[in-house]
């Protein structure tokens, strides 16, 4: 089955303790992305990567870390998670750029920090 | 700052009508444009993506896009119970083709 996986998928932490939420896909995607949602913000993108080893900031990146060595996986990294940074994030990934493709999001992991 | 606009609803239509999703956009040089349907406690699903002016239809859903307006909108016929679920409209930024920008998205509940 086409997906793309998060792990976990819920996680209470508390501050400055690091931790980092997994994304894998299975469709040979070349683009993949993580968003973040909260209340009356919508989403929001985090960082993205074009392919292995090319990411870029998107529209929040302050406090987070990502690595593509591997198509299939894009792990988000919190090196000192704040509770700023509660909050739902999604993983999506699409074969190609934005434009034309379409994004498969990830079921989602909601992080709450203490 | 780009931005993408929705009307925060929520909407509330009864089974049966027609529900009319409106969304604006500040990037002129927006060039792609989607819908998102999200259930509650699920992860957003593409339903309509839309690139030139005019109509688009699926089904169901027919998007509109109007770029001298900067207008997009997502028209929902015989509305289902269904369909209640939150909708984001979201727009690629002209700056990047690797950015998609979302709004706040409407929830929309379908009255039986």
């Known amino acids: 089955e086409a997906q793309v996986t998060q792990n976990p998928r819920y996680l209470i932490t508390v501050t400055g303790k690091k931790l980092t939420v997994t994304c894998s896909q299975n469709?040979?995607?070349?683009?993949m992305s993580w968003y973040r949602q909260d209340p009356g913000l919508g989403l929001r993108q985090i960082y993205y990567?074009?392919?292995?080893?090319?990411?870029d900031k998107g529209d929040v990146p302050e406090g987070y870390k990502v690595s593509r060595k591997e198509k299939r996986n894009f792990p988000l990294i919190l090196e000192s998670p704040s509770p700023n940074q509660t909050s739902l994030y999604f993983c999506?990934?699409?074969?190609?750029?934005?434009?034309?493709?379409?994004?498969?999001f990830g079921p989602g992991t909601r992080l709450t920090v203490t | 700052q780009k931005e993408v606009e929705q009307n925060s609803g929520p909407l509330s239509v009864p089974e049966g009508a027609i529900a009319s999703l409106n969304c604006t956009y500040s990037?002129?040089?927006?060039?792609?444009f989607f819908w998102y349907r999200q259930y509650s406690g699920k992860s957003p699903e593409l339903i309509m993506s839309?690139?030139?002016?005019g109509d688009k239809e699926d089904g169901r859903f027919t998007a509109q896009l109007n770029k001298a307006s900067q207008y997009v909108s997502l028209l929902i016929r015989d509305s289902q119970p269904s369909d209640s679920a939150t909708y984001l409209c979201?727009?690629?930024?002209?700056?990047?083709?690797?950015?998609?920008?979302f709004g706040s998205g409407t929830q929309l509940t379908v009255l039986p």
């Open positions: 979201a727009a690629v930024s002209s700056g990047s083709a690797r950015q998609l920008t």
């Open positions: 990037d002129r040089g927006s060039q792609s």
């Open positions: 999506a990934s699409s074969l190609i750029p934005v434009q034309g493709g379409e994004q498969y």
């Open positions: 839309i690139y030139s002016n």
């Open positions: 990567s074009m392919n292995v080893e090319v990411t």
């Open positions: 469709m040979n995607h070349e683009y």
